[in-house]
């Protein structure tokens, strides 16, 4: 019933800006802290930010001022604004879902419910 849907994803040369965009249903959107995560090839899936419905956001160092995570809840969509993009942001991209239930430690893979299908960003040098 749940799912996640991801689009936005492409190739671009180092300096260039995406939006990807991660359509949730089959949840109440608003009770979810949303996030988004990324894999290279044969590394670990690792955070690169969150969203709380308060407007709260949370972000690795690594895309600090770089980055930018969103949502609209009219839309049950979330969404990242990735600028000044470099070839080691390359990766899967995935959005995921977290129930709140007290505190979450966004940065964990475990505590997220739901997971998008990823989006591949290319940026080459």
């Known amino acids: 019933q749940v799912q996640l849907v991801e689009s936005g994803g492409g190739m671009v040369q180092a300096g260039g800006s995406l939006r990807l965009s991660c359509v949730a249903s089959g949840l109440p959107f608003s009770n979810y802290i949303m996030g988004w995560f990324r894999q290279a090839p044969g590394q670990e899936r690792d955070f690169v930010a969150a969203?709380?419905?308060?407007?709260?956001?949370q972000y690795t160092d690594s895309v600090k001022g770089r980055f930018t995570i969103s949502r609209d809840n009219a839309k049950n969509t979330v969404y990242l604004q990735v600028n000044s993009l470099k070839p080691e942001d390359t990766a899967v991209y995935y959005c995921a879902a977290a129930q709140v239930a007290g505190f979450v430690n966004v940065y964990s893979t475990r505590v997220y419910d739901y997971w998008g299908q990823g989006a591949q960003i290319t940026v080459s040098s």
């Open positions: 969203s709380w419905n308060s407007g709260t956001t």
